[in-house]
């Protein structure tokens, strides 16, 4: 029974509608700003290059590059992409780790209910107090499930054996596997624009020499400086060094958390207490991060 039950929970199951929802809004929502921010940026350099050159002909290219590049900002002010990137995120990773403190009996979902309803009762409480917040966000659509899965109640009601072996491998060891994961990419990324932060000022040093003494026409000092710009914008958009810090900072707590979860004595009198702290202490270690979404949500007002 108690391995059927481990092998049977699987994160996906736990989540309800709510959380399906918001997550892939926020998806869509990053999908967009990224693809807008470079397709600015790329218009907004090639204008800037075109603009360098003097054949009227390419200034006039320069100047429906920059009308383009205009557009396309508005469009990314109206619909603001950004804002149900962050907003989803928010959503999603909050109705997540109420899900979780719900099914392994974390937190304040502590056992044992005295009234088979009132751990319900609380969950539900905490998701309107989520909804509250983001009542009027795109990324919450109208009549999105926010009921009990089975699953949540199964995992609930299995033993603590069972709920530990079930939260070390579906919610500690895969956020931390994806923490590690990402952290890794921002700081290949963090690198390679590093490397050009440094790589095209040099280039303009370069090429100051020989356009002071007239060797060409072409601004190119100009060219060199609207890339090194677009470049800088680009990685200040992405916030890669940032998040590769974050991201690392996240997983060295969820580590610790998930050795002291895993060396738990089950058969002490406290299990269930020292449970409960320590779900909580891996939650809190997850949750920052949605906390900085909703902070970045905040500041854009």
Not at 14 to 35: H, I, M, N, Y
Not at 99 to 104: N, S
Not at 163 to 191: G, S
Request: hydrophobic content about 45%; aromatic content about 8%.
């Amino acid at each position: 029974m108690a391995a059927e039950s481990r092998r049977a929970v699987q994160e996906q199951e736990l989540l309800p509608e709510l959380f399906w929802a918001a997550d892939g809004a926020s998806l869509q929502g990053q999908r967009r700003t990224v693809t807008m921010s470079r397709f600015q940026l790329i218009l907004l350099t090639a204008a800037a290059v075109a603009g360098s050159a003097d054949e009227p002909w390419i200034a006039a290219l320069s100047a429906v590059l920059f009308f383009l590049a205009m557009c396309a900002s508005g469009l990314a002010n109206l619909h603001n992409p950004q804002g149900l990137w962050y907003e989803g995120r928010a959503v999603a990773e909050s109705v997540k780790t109420l899900v979780w403190k719900y099914a392994v009996r974390a937190d304040a979902q502590t056992p044992p209910p005295t009234v088979p309803g009132d751990a319900e009762s609380l969950y539900r409480l905490q998701l309107t107090g989520v909804l509250a917040v983001f009542r009027r966000s795109r990324a919450v659509p109208p009549g999105a499930g926010t009921d009990v899965t089975e699953a949540m109640r199964r995992l609930r009601d299995a033993p603590l054996a069972v709920r530990r072996d079930v939260y070390l491998r579906e919610r500690v060891r895969n956020q931390h596997d994806w923490y590690v994961a990402r952290a890794r990419a921002c700081d290949r990324a963090a690198r390679v624009t590093g490397c050009l932060s440094v790589a095209l000022p040099l280039l303009g040093v370069v090429l100051a020499v020989p356009r002071i003494q007239g060797d060409f026409s072409y601004d190119v000092l100009g060219a060199v400086a609207a890339l090194a710009a677009s470049a800088t914008a680009w990685s200040q958009l992405r916030q890669y060094r940032p998040l590769a810090a974050a991201y690392r900072l996240a997983a060295d707590e969820l580590e610790l958390v998930r050795v002291q979860l895993a060396a738990m004595d089950l058969s002490a009198p406290d299990a269930e207490e020292q449970w409960s702290r320590l779900a909580r202490d891996a939650e809190d270690a997850v949750s920052r991060e949605h906390t900085t979404w909703q902070a970045r949500r905040e500041v854009r007002g």
